[in-house]
């Protein structure tokens, strides 16, 4: 398998998942601006949000994963088919419960994500109400994340990748054509929510068929939960979800402190955070989708120098393209924040608050998608314990931090506290690769990286000069305008980066891997 043809793949698809969810909050910020109501629907969406990342994307998948492709390559198709089975039972009966418990202790639950909203009771209705629709997308992205790591074990990127793009349609539709016919417009975002996880789930169904992986739900609940190869996944499960629960509980502590800043805050941020996820995304997640089934393959055959080699490939990568990336979101903060979002009630002052969190999380964006390739190399090998504890570290670390900056910067400071925290995190997991002897670095490290600082410094002069004869804000009725300005001056940026890093001996071959 060519992994960097596999990334483009995977990269397009997410690429038309991101355009859509920038189409999704173009229309958001609109129709809706930042206010007391939007805070209501982004933290009651974090909450179903924040759990699918903990039982689904993050704990489930770290702990299935390496789990399933043991089977695949040791235990024969069978052994696999009943894995599948018993596995999906054992989720779909936990998460059923999870929901159930979640609708029925949605004030409360508000409450402990958002105290600050209990001085509007309005704005914490809301939330409630919508948290209490949008709950059962846990139930729907558990299963949706079954469903990708099946299919990603059995090198099918598409569906996986391309299944982000149904939620982002279904809030497109909402937007359009549901929440200008309700009392409570922002309401119609909570249903478009759970539509779109109902749709992720559904779409999957084809491809499981195609593969002969179509899992079977069992009610026979207690001896689904005593399969040896479902007790192998919690035991994984147990830490791994005290490793995702460390990020997620930084991400409540600082959803809570947001909502005692200014009307509007949680809402820049979710704004910001969309930008940054786009390069996070097309990177960090491609990359780690491809990593993991890769890495685990390599460690159930015992090819430590094939593990080694994905490592520092996926390195490689993430820097050529990871930092570019990063300089857009400090030097272009302005520029991306009107073209997307300075529509309707989206003003002046939301620009300004929106592009300081964007730097923010420009500062830290590396450490961000490092942390997405550096960790499948401790699950691959079944070790979560290592990045539950450097977790722990980086929570404590985070949160010092915010004491510091949100004083001094307000919303900014939480993304620059979190952008600096990943960066961290990433660090401790190299070190911690490095002294097992899990990654060895390929030589030419040094030379790579000094020609790399060269170009990056010459996009940010670039971006900065280029982007300085416009005024961004004043071109708001001309918006095909401002955008062809903006597509104008990245494509200027990219010619000179990827011009540079060419001049100085890079080539795209260099950076081709064939797995096995």
């Keep these: 398998m060519n992994l960097l043809k596999t990334l483009f793949t995977i990269s397009g698809m997410t690429m038309l998942s991101r355009i859509t969810g920038l189409i999704r909050e173009l ?45 695949t390559n040791q235990k024969g198709a069978d052994a696999t088919r009943e894995l599948v089975n ?8 936990a998460l059923m419960i999870v929901t159930v418990i979640g609708v029925i202790t949605a004030p409360t ?37 079954l469903a990708g790591g099946i299919l990603n074990t059995w090198r099918e990127f598409r569906i996986p990748a391309f299944t982000p793009v149904l939620l982002n349609v279904s809030f497109i539709v909402a937007s359009l054509f549901v929440a200008p016919h309700m009392d409570q417009p922002v309401y119609a975002l909570a249903f478009a929510v759970f539509v779109g996880g109902l749709l992720q789930l559904l779409i999957q169904i084809p491809a499981l068929k195609k593969i002969n992986m179509l899992p ?9 939960f005593r399969n040896e190869g479902v007790r192998r996944v919690i035991s994984q499960m147990i830490p791994a979800t005290f490793a995702v629960s460390v990020a997620q509980i930084s991400l409540m502590i600082n959803t809570n402190i947001a ?44 090819d430590t120098e094939e593990y080694s080699a994905l490592l520092d490939w996926g390195l490689r990568l993430t820097f050529l393209l990871a930092m570019p990336a990063a300089v857009f979101l400090m030097t272009l903060p302005e520029p991306f924040t009107t073209t997307l979002f300075h529509y309707g009630k989206f003003n002046v002052q939301d620009v300004s608050m929106t592009s ?11 450490g961000l998608i490092l942390v997405r390739i550096l960790a499948p190399g401790f699950y691959a090998k079944q070790d979560i314990r290592t990045p539950v504890k450097i977790a722990v570290v980086v929570l404590i670390i985070t949160q010092l931090m915010n004491l510091v900056f949100v004083p001094w910067i307000a919303h900014a400071g939480l993304a620059l506290a979190i952008g600096l925290g990943a960066c961290v995190n990433a ?19 040094l030379m790579f990286l000094t020609k790399l600082a060269g170009a990056l410094f010459l996009l940010a002069g670039v971006a900065l000069w280029a982007a300085s004869y416009f005024d961004w804000t004043g071109m708001q009725s001309t918006p095909l305008y401002r955008a062809g300005v903006l597509a104008g001056v990245m494509t200027l940026c990219g010619v000179v980066y990827f011009g ?17």
């Design 27 to 71: 229309l958001i910020a609109r129709a809706f601006g930042a206010s007391g109501f939007t805070d209501a629907f982004f933290v009651a969406f974090r909450i179903p949000n924040l759990l699918r990342r903990l039982f689904a994307e993050g704990a489930f998948s770290q702990a299935f994963v390496p789990i399933l492709a043991e089977y």
């Design 86 to 93: 018993k596995v999906a039972s054992a989720l779909f009966w």
């Design 109 to 145: 639950v508000v409450f402990l994500i958002a105290t600050g909203f209990d001085d509007n009771p309005a704005v914490f209705q809301s939330s409630v109400v919508m948290t209490r629709i949008m709950f059962p997308y846990i139930l729907f992205m558990s299963l949706v994340a």
């Design 216 to 224: 079977r739900i069992s009610f026979r609940v207690f001896a689904v």
């Design 259 to 302: 909502s005692h800043l200014p009307n509007g805050s949680v809402s820049w941020l979710s704004y910001a955070d969309r930008l940054m996820e786009f390069p996070n995304a097309l990177l960090g997640v491609a990359l780690g989708t491809i990593l993991l089934p890769s890495l685990s393959r390599a460690h159930a055959k015992q």
């Design 356 to 366: 300081n969190a964007l730097v923010a999380y420009g500062v830290g964006l590396i």
């Design 427 to 445: 660090v401790c997991l190299y070190i911690g690769l490095r002294r097992r002897g899990i990654y060895t670095p390929v030589a030419g490290w």
């Design 500 to 516: 540079a890093l060419l001049a100085m001996g890079f080539r795209p071959r260099d950076f081709k891997r064939i797995a096995s």
